[in-house]
Structures are given as structure tokens and as C-alpha cells.
């Protein structure tokens, strides 16, 4: 004999049982757990918690030296392009007489060893100021620059600057050169 439950409301007992009910359920559960997943990866790719984790990051290495026995390097000076430099030097990027005059000063500093995180492209500005940061890195002879590397879909590119080095890696005179 049939519940007065399943006679008044004869879906209830039809949802427990019927196959496509159960499948249109289980789908529903997907979309919202790969919704839920589409949505974390746009939070995580956006970066909202970038700044937050630079943060976390710089005390964690705060909280790492305060309380490690191993004394970190005071010999190591960091320059930077930042605000303060444009305002006094101009925009970026800078002549390369500018770079000249930071690797000289930088050796009369007795630095041991400089390290260039930029990557030189192209020509700069004049011809003299490219000219003038390859005498001074020649002169420091402890630079180490920065290089990319990439790949190009036509068989040669338009032009292309290189630089070549001499045996003691010091770049060589007139070494940064169209290969058009």
C-alpha cells in the first residue's frame, strides 16, 4: 500500500530512484566543483595575493637571518633603477655613458665583481655612449652582463645585435654590430 508521502508528491519517491535524476545531480556537482576551480586558478593567476606574498616572503627571510647562526654578506651592495634615479638621470633607458660612468665608479669602489642585470638589445643612444660602456667594462675586467636568448619563426631575423667578447670575456672594439 502506498504512503499518503508518495501519493501526494509522487516525485519524491521518483528522485530517489530514477537514473537520470541521480546523472543530471552528479553533473551539477561537477560544474560547480570545476566552476570553483576555474575561479581559484583566475584568483591565483591574477595575483591579488601577490603583494601579500612579497610580504610573507621578506619576513620570512627577516625571521631567517634573525635567527640563523650563518652572518649574511654585508659586502654585497645592490643599485637599482628605481623612482629616485629617473627623477635625477631621466626615463629608461639611459644612454650607455651612463652605464660606463656606474661600472668606473663601481671599480673605484674596488669592486670585486659587477654584475649587470639588464639585458643590452640593441644600439643605444649614440654610438659613443656604446663605446664608452665597452671601455669601461674592458677597464673593470670582473663585469658580468646579462643575456637572452630566444627563437624566431622566420630563418633570419631582420637585425640582429650581438655582442662578441675577447678571450678575457672584455667585449671587443667595435663589438656590438648590425648582422642585417
Sequence with gaps: MPSIKTELFPTM??????PILRLLRIGRAFSFGW???AAGIILV????FEAMDHQVYDLKLGLR??????ASATDIVHLDVDDQAIHAFGPWPWDRSQSAA??????EFQARAVLLDVIYSSEGKTAEGDQAFFEAIRE???VVAAFGAGLSASPRPKAEWAIHTTRSGAPDRGSLRSKA
Design 13 to 18: 519517491a521518483r528522485r530517489k530512484t530514477d
Design 35 to 37: 566552476c570553483l576551480l
Design 45 to 48: 593567476a591574477a595575483g591579488p
Design 65 to 70: 637571518a634573525h635567527f640563523s647562526d650563518v
Design 102 to 107: 656606474i661600472v668606473r665608479r663601481l671599480k
Design 140 to 142: 673593470a675586467g670582473n
